[in-house]
């Protein structure tokens, strides 16, 4: 069943059908993130909120389902903030219509993405330090996805958004996955060689 529900969705994306998987929209004080129901499971979305409320509680403010048109008219006038695994929609507006959505309505997180950032060597210091105190904080869950555009800065304090592969598998295939994702950071792989890793 799973093997097929992901080959269905491998065609699609090879078609000239345009899918769009996962959008998010800036609301202001609240982003909205909407997950095409022909990609993700229902039983995904359910794992993603019910873990997310455990580690970071209030950061979600409502789930659902929706057909975007009918429910949500304005969100068609919008661009989202980044379209997610397809490049061909840089420029266009998304076709949503047929399509069942699940959505995440998620509260704005203050501060700047440590991606806008000088890439540094002590900005690669303070996001491994960050992660890596993360891991320790939320085990045995994971947020599984430690990006410069995940981490918000305010000043002195950051925080991950983006709860997409929170998990909770392995602290090692987690922190395996930390360090694969800390080398692919373009500009802060090469300085994340100099990095003083603590809790390896
Ligand atoms: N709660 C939030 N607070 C502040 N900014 C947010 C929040 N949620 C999303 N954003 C902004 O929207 C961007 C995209 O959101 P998010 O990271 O959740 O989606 P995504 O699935 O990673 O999209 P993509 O993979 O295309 O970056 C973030 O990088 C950030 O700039
Ligand atoms: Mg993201």
């Known amino acids: 069943m799973a093997n097929l529900k992901k080959r269905a969705f491998h065609k699609l994306r090879d078609s000239n059908e345009m899918l769009v998987s996962r959008l998010c929209y800036d609301h202001g004080d609240f982003f909205r993130k909407l997950y095409n129901s022909r990609c993700i499971r229902k039983r995904r979305i359910d794992e993603v909120v019910e873990l997310t409320n455990q580690v970071f509680p209030n950061h979600i403010i409502e ?28 420029n266009k507006l998304p076709q949503l219509k047929e399509d069942e959505w699940f959505y ?32 320790n904080k939320w085990a045995p869950i994971y947020h599984g996805d430690w990006n410069l555009d995940n981490i918000i800065v305010d000043g002195d304090k950051m925080t991950l958004i983006d709860f997409d592969y929170i998990n909770t598998n392995t602290r ?26 603590s809790c390896n």
Not at 109 to 131: H, I, N
Request: proline content about 6%; overall charge negative; charged content about 35%.
């Open 172 to 197: 090692q295939e987690n922190i395996e996955k930390l360090d694969r994702k800390m080398k692919e950071i373009d500009q802060l792989g090469k300085l994340y060689e100099n990095v003083q890793r």
């Open 63 to 90: 789930t659902g389902t929706t057909m975007v048109e009918r429910d949500c008219p304005d969100l068609k006038f919008e661009l989202p903030v980044r379209h997610t695994n397809d490049n061909r929609l840089s």
């Open 104 to 135: 995440i309505d998620v509260k704005r997180v203050p501060g700047v993405m440590a991606y806008s950032l000088p890439k540094t060597p002590e900005l690669a210091q303070r996001v491994y330090d960050f992660c890596i105190d993360n891991i």
